[in-house]
């Protein structure tokens, strides 16, 4: 077979999880292994993999979904417990004297908060944390899940305390031989890494100032009663307002600061700005607006994770404040946690993991149980049934409740991220090929010759949607965009932070992100639903990022340290 049908080939299961997921409305623990078993197929037939690269590659993705099921049981226990502990319903009312303005919660509880979860831990734990936040809160389960699945879009590079960054970049390129070209004309590898970060910022800032616009317009026209896009442009000042207030120190972080804190910088000052300007109404509209009666909502709106407050009788009143202590011990734990050294050496130090899996070369997979943000999130219901003096009986309903939850989400993910791993690792194969999702990388690139920068951001998308994550979508397809800059003669640092950014906003379709999401709420088995919703701000994301990139390159003609060396 020639190259382009074996990257038509690569495409495969792709378009598979999308026909059957979208089109056909299929759930996705009936989808996803059907998708499993063509990408087996494809892997060992047309990449000539070795069964045992394949077999490796499953374990591989079974390690990891333990990981992420470790992180969506500690969110669902977290807002389980506290359900039960009346902190929830402290939350809750604290809102009202915030605003009961569903539109104005959205932007506070998700976007600003989930970033700044984002930024402290990234791994799809801003979804996981926030969606169930606002089940609590009366949203309707699907539209918590669309909404928590658009913050995975202007944080995200910098997540996990800049994690798709310093990890994803800089282990993605060739560093030794970009070091090399940079210090022969007095440059260094610092200042193009600095730059690279700083490009990111400043494009996530222009794009991602209009994210909770679009957030607030998609919720209101899909879960209102009158489904109406001028009622959710109607808050269109304050939405402007709250993304100004995130981006503008966001960039600057960026900027002045480096890879690590931009995100939990811009929503920690976007929640000291916004929140008590929301108190005020300042730029919000004269008419609240909220969801339709729960009577009138449809059966897909609902899932199986109810926070019927009114039956947790008997306990005494919880301030607002202590209501969100644990949700601040969280972020406090976090930033901790990927901060300070003693403490990330101690909980690094417990780790379960399986290197060279069957004897597979760089095949490996690890857990640590107490870094992941399920031990923190572990850590925080403890310390939570101290400070909200919960009963025993309490916490062990909790328990329970949230290992009901998440049975159904192990069973999609094992098929899912194995499926995935089989991709990634498609490069080692008898027949000397690029891995799958570099073919399809060329074949994009080798389709549109030099207005290729327009489509970067989406390649990069692709990586993560495939993936599920920033960081490894940076790790395959960064030196990859390097290369198309240097063919094209035009910023290598810039094609870079394309990549990156594009990455960022392919976690809002990733699916094994719209799964663990779901699974919070109780929503498997309505992906599709959710996918159809979230490719509207990821197409609006890419786009807008490609005409940065064509504009940047061919009229500002943007160049960087590694061309001024040539």
Not at 61 to 87: D, E, M, P, Q, R
Request: one cysteine or more; proline letters at 5%.
């Amino acid at each position: 077979m020639n190259e382009t049908t074996l990257a038509l080939l690569a495409f495969v299961p792709l378009l598979l999880a999308g026909v059957l997921l979208i089109g056909f409305r299929m759930a996705a623990k009936v989808a996803m292994p059907v998708v499993f078993v063509v990408t087996a197929i494809i892997a060992l037939l047309a990449w000539e993999m070795s069964f045992s690269r394949v077999l490796a590659s499953t374990f591989q993705g079974l390690i990891l979904t333990v990981s992420i099921l470790w992180i969506i049981f500690g969110a669902i226990l977290l807002l389980n417990t506290l359900k039960h502990s009346g902190g929830i319903k402290a939350i809750r009312n604290g809102f009202s004297g915030i605003s009961p303005d569903r539109r104005v919660q959205a932007l506070i509880v998700a976007w600003l908060f989930g970033c700044f979860i984002e930024g402290a831990s990234g791994f799809g734990t801003p979804a996981a944390v926030a969606a169930p936040l606002m089940v609590a809160l009366g949203f309707p389960a699907l539209a918590a899940v669309v909404v928590g699945m658009m913050i995975q879009s202007t944080p995200v590079s910098f997540g996990a305390v800049g994690t798709p960054i310093v990890v994803g970049v800089s282990g993605g390129i060739d560093r030794i031989g970009i070091t090399e070209a940079l210090e022969a004309g007095g440059g260094t590898w610092q200042e193009y890494f600095h730059l690279i970060g700083a490009e990111v910022a400043v494009i996530h800032g222009i794009v991602g100032v209009f994210m909770p616009l679009i957030m607030v317009v998609i919720m209101v026209r899909f879960f209102g009663a009158n489904k109406s896009w001028k009622e959710g442009l109607d808050i269109t000042p304050f939405a402007l307002f709250t993304g100004v207030c995130f981006v503008v120190p966001y960039m600057l972080a960026g900027v002045l600061l480096g890879p690590e804190f931009p995100s939990m910088i811009g929503a920690g000052v976007g929640l000291a700005i916004v929140v008590p300007a929301a108190r005020r109404g300042f730029l919000l509209p004269s008419k609240n607006w909220d969801f339709p009666e729960r009577t009138s909502w449809p059966d897909e709106w609902i899932g199986k994770l109810e926070i019927k407050l009114d039956d947790i009788t008997g306990k005494a009143p919880i301030s607002t404040f202590m209501g969100w202590v644990p949700y601040v011990l969280l972020a406090v734990i976090l930033v901790a946690s990927r901060t300070i050294d003693p403490f990330r050496e101690l909980l690094t130090s417990l780790s379960f993991g399986w290197t060279d899996i069957l004897g597979e070369s760089g095949v490996s997979g690890s857990i640590q149980p107490l870094y992941l943000p399920g031990g923190i999130l572990l850590m925080v219901v403890l310390l939570t049934t101290l400070l909200h003096r919960m009963k025993l009986g309490e916490l062990k309903e909790a328990f329970n409740e949230s290992t009901r939850t998440i049975l159904g989400a192990g069973f999609v993910l094992i098929f899912t991220i194995p499926m995935v791993r089989i991709l990634i690792n498609s490069g080692v194969n008898a027949a000397d090929l690029v891995s799958m999702p570099v073919a399809m990388a060329r074949l994009v690139a080798d389709g549109v010759g030099g207005v290729y920068p327009f489509f970067a951001p989406a390649v990069g998308g692709l990586g993560a949607f495939i993936a599920g994550s920033n960081t490894v979508s940076n790790l395959m397809l960064s030196e990859f965009q390097f290369s198309i800059a240097e063919q094209l003669g035009i910023s290598t640092a810039f094609m870079v932070s394309l990549q990156a950014v594009g990455a960022a906003a392919g976690n809002m379709i990733a699916i094994h992100n719209v799964v663990a999401a779901s699974a919070t709420v109780g929503l498997l088995g309505r992906e599709g639903i959710t996918l159809r919703k979230t490719i509207l701000p990821t197409l609006y994301y890419l786009i807008f990022s490609g005409i940065i990139g064509l504009v940047a390159f061919y009229v500002i003609g943007v160049s960087d340290p590694l061309m001024q060396t040539g």
